[in-house]
């Protein structure tokens, strides 16, 4: 049977909760990526909130524990200047994820959330990547299963593809943040086949499959 997204409307006041932690890991192929499996080991329990059990969750999820900048941001003079460009001081999340390019090679960056976008800076480069406003994001799909990936789908631009350990509060962040500023529910979508927009003209799948001691993920061209 064919795997059917769900899309949810969430609840900016309630945490989403799904199974975190661990490093994404794998390695490239010409056509497809297997991302190999993240074990799902520590405690869990069924989630019975707005996502009615389709995901399992850590009890460090919890909202409370988020703790929102990892990598110190006003220690990176560099990153201050950026913020003051672009006329954004409030950060509500920055730490270090795997991003994907339109070629299937996995980038480190920052992934920085602020009131009114997203940034994507190279750590290594001291240098802005990416800017993306909220405003201009339509959606965020994730998977049934307990990885660490999520898609930015961005209509106007293309997409961004990333994994992260702390996907749970990034998520959270970005509909808390998107509901502030407009007062719009951001979607987020539910499957374990999602379609993103690699760039301007490359299109692509992620498919999720959940096997003995993790979830396998292949990324694959339309």
């Known amino acids: 049977m064919e795997d059917r997204p769900r899309r949810v409307q969430i609840d900016g006041s309630r945490p989403l909760r799904y199974a975190d932690g661990g490093e994404a890991y794998g390695e490239e192929e010409e056509e497809e990526q297997g991302m190999g499996l993240r074990k799902t080991s520590g405690e869990v329990t069924e989630d019975h909130g707005p996502f009615m059990g389709m995901k399992i969750r850590r009890k460090a999820s919890l909202r409370g524990e988020y703790k929102g900048d990892y990598v110190g941001v006003f220690n990176y003079p560099f990153i201050e200047k950026i913020l003051q460009k672009q006329g ?5 999340f920055a730490d270090k994820v795997l991003k994907f390019t339109a070629s299937g090679k996995m980038k480190r960056r920052i992934l ?15 240098a802005l990547k990416r800017r993306i406003a909220l405003a201009a994001v339509d959606k965020i799909c994730l998977s049934e299963l307990s990885d660490n990936f999520f898609a930015v789908i961005v209509p106007t631009e293309y997409d961004l593809l990333v994994a992260s350990s702390r996907k749970t509060e990034i998520v959270t962040v970005l509909v808390d943040a998107t509901k502030s500023a407009s007062n719009y529910e951001l979607e987020v979508v539910i499957s374990n086949r999602l379609e993103y927009n690699a760039s301007s003209d490359t299109a692509k799948e992620v498919h999720f499959e959940e096997v003995e001691g993790g979830v396998k993920t292949r990324i694959v061209k339309k």
């Not at 959330?113 to 001291?126: E, G, L, N, R």
């Open 112 to 126: 920085l959330v602020t009131d009114f976008a997203i940034y994507i800076i190279d750590p290594d480069m001291d």
């Open 88 to 92: 954004d001081n409030q950060v509500l």
